[in-house]
């Protein structure tokens, strides 16, 4: 297959079509979170609303993104990365117009589509169209400009959300849409499997497809039925049963749409289990710190936001060169510093109590920052060149696409899972407070019935006086301990994720392709 210099007229457009592609996900993605409140306000939506509006993006692209991968290698994967920036551009002006929550959810799972056609295909084009020894470079000057574009989204969405224009979230997305379809279709050439003639996997599609659909809702419906619940178990049951069922279609078919001897590679194995549960932590403990800076902290969101530039400098100074150092002495010792780094930093972030606000910030949350961005910075385009190098080309698209599938499957994790056992851990040490307090037991209740609110929770209205203040102390104090624990997990998955590392990835070269 014909491959391209990164330095060249052809690469270059290539990088900057992608980058801009993958931005719209991005800004999406992150944006989103910090102008819900206004978002609320106006379509006057619940907070379950507002779970869906958030998740119903995240079900559809979990669901597809896998096909999303397949169907780029099989049809071409200029041709399905565009059709996806079409839908999401489509899928984001419905969005900006939408009169109603009912109508914004529907809206997100049309971007959702898009998205799964989308997003593997980014990677898919870099790895098959740059020069093999350029592609860690080419990878990390992606995940620097993208990395920019995600962390440099909440602070827009602050100002957005300030000024009362929430709706330009998505309409932002349109001239960017617009813009990397036009470079595409004029300045990148199509890159595809060259045996197109087998048919499509419709077996294994349609059963990844609903066992990732039924496993991701299970997730997002814990913290409001309970595991306990036949919404919860019900569809986790179902879904690992329909990959179990995948698993046998793959094995059984003579072209599987994820063929299973990629994973006879202990490379591709191995940084596919990396970035579950390098990503469950970030997610987790990225959520939880923007939680506790507004919500206990006292930060404005446009604060918030600007707390993570740091991180975001670091990621733009060291991703590229992180790339450049695994394609020159191979991913293995990155991955193993950067992802036990980046534990090490949550864990850092984990011991900060009741702070004075911003004025404090120095001394407090950026030293936890430094690590952890020093440890992200080194881990993502190494991450990304060691699986797209531990497949032939012809897979890029697939590989891309089950990488993907484990990153924001780790995200449902981070926020579903995470987020039941945040709020358990509330009500445990919002109990320990409540008995040195003379409320009566319904009083309790009514207590620690606001916890699922967790940093947000409010004092009930019959409670006065004292008794008032003591609560309201109860329950930052309660959300700090919280938040604690939830960060030590996070800080062990990222541990975790570098022993991984570790035990799979024995070889020093970048490549080792199949």
């Not at 036990?340 to 910030?361: E, V």
């Not at 606001?450 to 008794?467: C, H, Q, S, Y």
Request: proline share 4%; glycine share 12%; with cysteine.
């Amino acid at each position: 297959m014909l491959t391209v210099s990164l330095r060249s007229r052809a690469g270059k457009w290539i990088m900057i079509s992608t980058i801009l592609a993958s931005s719209m996900a991005f800004i999406d993605a992150t944006a989103l979170n910090v102008v819900l409140p206004a978002l609320q306000k106006s379509l006057g939506a619940s907070g379950a609303d507002l779970f869906w509006i958030l998740n119903a993006y995240l079900l559809m692209l979990a669901s597809l993104i896998l096909i999303g991968g397949s169907l780029g290698d099989k049809l071409g994967r200029k041709k399905v990365f565009m059709a996806g920036i079409f839908i999401f551009i489509c899928g984001s002006a419905a969005c900006g117009i939408s009169p109603g929550v009912t109508y914004l959810i529907l809206f997100r799972i049309i971007q959702g589509v898009g998205g799964a056609l989308m997003i593997p295909g980014s990677l898919s084009l870099i790895s098959s169209s740059i020069n093999p020894d350029e592609r860690g470079k080419a990878i990390g000057t992606w995940s620097a400009a993208t990395t920019l574009v995600t962390m440099g989204a909440p602070i827009l969405g602050g100002a957005l959300a300030d000024s009362g224009l929430w709706r330009y979230i998505f309409f932002i997305n349109i001239p960017i849409g617009i813009a990397a379809l036009l470079m595409l279709g004029f300045k990148v050439y199509e890159t595809k499997d060259q045996d197109t003639r087998q048919p499509l996997d419709f077996q294994g599609a349609m059963t990844i497809a609903f066992g990732l659909a039924l496993l991701t809702f299970g997730f997002l419906r814990i913290p409001a039925v309970g595991l306990h619940n036949l919404q919860a178990y019900g569809s986790l049951g179902a879904g690992i049963l329909l990959l179990v069922i995948f698993i046998v279609i793959e094995k059984n078919s003579k072209q599987p749409m994820m063929p299973l001897s990629l994973f006879a590679n202990p490379i591709f194995t191995g940084t596919n289990l990396l970035t579950l549960f390098l990503y469950a932590g970030l997610g987790a403990g990225m959520l939880f710190i923007s939680l506790n800076l507004v919500q206990v902290q006292g930060y404005s969101q446009l604060q918030s936001g600007l707390t993570f530039l740091p991180f975001t400098l670091m990621m733009i100074t060291l991703a590229r060169f992180a790339g450049s150092l695994a394609d020159k002495f191979g991913p293995r010792l990155l991955l193993i510093f950067g992802p036990t780094t980046a534990g090490a930093g949550l864990l850092i972030l984990s011991f900060i109590k009741q702070t004075a606000g911003p004025s404090d910030y120095w001394t407090t949350f950026f030293p936890g920052y430094i690590v952890f961005g020093l440890g992200v910075s080194f881990t993502v385009a190494p991450l990304t060149a060691a699986v797209m190098g531990s497949v032939s080309d012809h897979f890029s698209g697939t590989a891309s696409g089950v990488n993907n599938a484990m990153s924001r499957i780790a995200g449902v994790f981070a926020n579903a899972i995470f987020g039941a056992l945040a709020v358990l851990f509330f009500i445990s040490a919002l109990q320990i407070h409540l008995r040195d307090t003379t409320l009566k037991p319904y009083e309790k209740q009514q207590v620690i019935a606001r916890a699922a609110d967790l940093g947000n929770a409010e004092v009930p209205a019959g409670i006065t006086g004292n008794e008032k203040q003591l609560i309201a102390k109860a329950y930052h104090e309660s959300f700090i301990s919280a938040y604690a624990k939830i960060m030590r997990i996070s800080s062990g998955l990222g541990f975790l994720a570098g022993l991984t590392a570790f035990v799979f990835v024995k070889r020093q070269g970048g490549g080792g392709k199949k």
